[in-house]
């Protein structure tokens, strides 16, 4: 895996960047959505840069996820640039289950714009937005496979836990460096307190994925997949690690008021971010350039198949 990103190309890179700020977008709007709905300790200046940032990040999302099309258009004309801009196989990648995706995921970005009209019904049709923009992930690649329904249901119930997770990392940052300690740590206890449900949901249903789609094997590690997937356990493991010292450690001491309890937690957080900013570009490498039941599942092995007709290349994208 190491070796194929060694030697790949700017396309190849580009595809990677783009795909993981596309990841990354997508989270946080999906995520303050739910926090906004969900933490009722998040307080009233918390609720509005909530949204701020899910009406921001949706939008930022937005772009990266059209980006994402003619950056597959590019790997199917053997990653040049011309095929970037081709309206022919642009076309045949909108009609695409990457197409199909993205059709799905700008709709729920669309929808999330509402969580600015503070009604219920505002939250309603923004809680739509994040779930149809969490099922986007499950309309191609590896989800497609059998049994389909429940692959994408999983996938969907995944991306939910791990977007409610990143979305919680801004509010709980400000709340550290602007509100009073008795609140903030109001705030922190009650994410703790969601999130031990929210990690237990986050690990069985990836967990279930990966032995529906075989990649639990013994022999799993010898492959790139695998390995690149060992790789976002050892940082997942980090984040669980400093998620356990938040709530049992820092949450506490910031309740209490304690000297630099704001200032450790803050600093914990931060690693996360950097923790999970890792799984995602991890993710975005390991979607692009391999995938769970070998590399025809993925984008860069459709640059080093032999030439076949673009309609057979486009259907083999990993998510």
């Known amino acids: 895996m190491l070796a194929t990103l060694a030697i790949a190309d700017s396309v190849t890179w580009l595809s990677i960047i783009v795909k993981a700020f596309a990841y990354a977008a ?16 998040l307080s009233e200046d918390g609720r509005v840069a909530a949204r701020r940032t899910a009406v921001l990040s949706a939008l930022a999302a937005a772009i990266f996820t ?42 729920g970005l669309a929808l999330i714009f509402c969580i600015l009209w503070r009604a219920r019904a505002g939250h309603i049709l923004a809680l739509v937005g994040a779930f149809l923009a969490s099922a986007s992930f499950a309309l191609r690649g590896h989800a497609l496979g059998e049994p389909q329904v429940i692959l994408g249901g999983l996938i969907t119930l995944h991306i939910l836990c791990l977007a409610f997770w990143v979305g919680a990392f801004a509010p709980l940052l400000r709340a550290t460096r602007r509100d009073p ?30 032995m529906l789609l075989g990649a639990v094997t013994p022999s799993a590690l010898s492959s790139p997949y695998g390995q690149m997937f060992a790789i976002k356990l050892v940082l997942f493991a980090g984040v669980l690690s400093l998620a356990a010292v938040n709530k049992l450690k820092l949450t506490p001491a910031l309740l209490a008021s304690t000297p630099g309890a704001r200032r450790r937690l803050r600093r914990s957080i931060g690693f ?48």
């Open 26 to 41: 997508t989270l946080v709007a999906i995520g303050s959505v739910l926090v906004v709905v969900s933490l009722r300790d």
């Open 66 to 107: 059209g980006l994402r099309l003619p950056m597959r258009a590019s790997f199917l004309l053997g990653g040049t640039w011309d095929g970037a801009v081709d309206p022919m196989i642009l076309g045949m990648v909108a009609e695409s289950p990457l197409g199909t995706s993205a059709a799905v995921r700008l709709t």
């Open 181 to 210: 300690p008795a609140s903030a740590g109001a705030l922190a206890h009650e994410f703790g307190r969601r999130a031990l449900w929210v990690v237990g949901l986050l690990i069985a249903a990836g967990g279930l994925v990966l």
């Open 272 to 319: 996360e971010v950097a923790l999970v900013a890792g799984i995602l570009i991890t993710t975005a490498a390991l979607t692009t350039v391999s995938s769970p039941r070998g590399d025809e599942g993925s984008e860069q092995a459709s640059l080093n198949a032999r030439p076949i007709a673009p309609e057979h290349q486009i259907f083999g994208d990993a998510s």
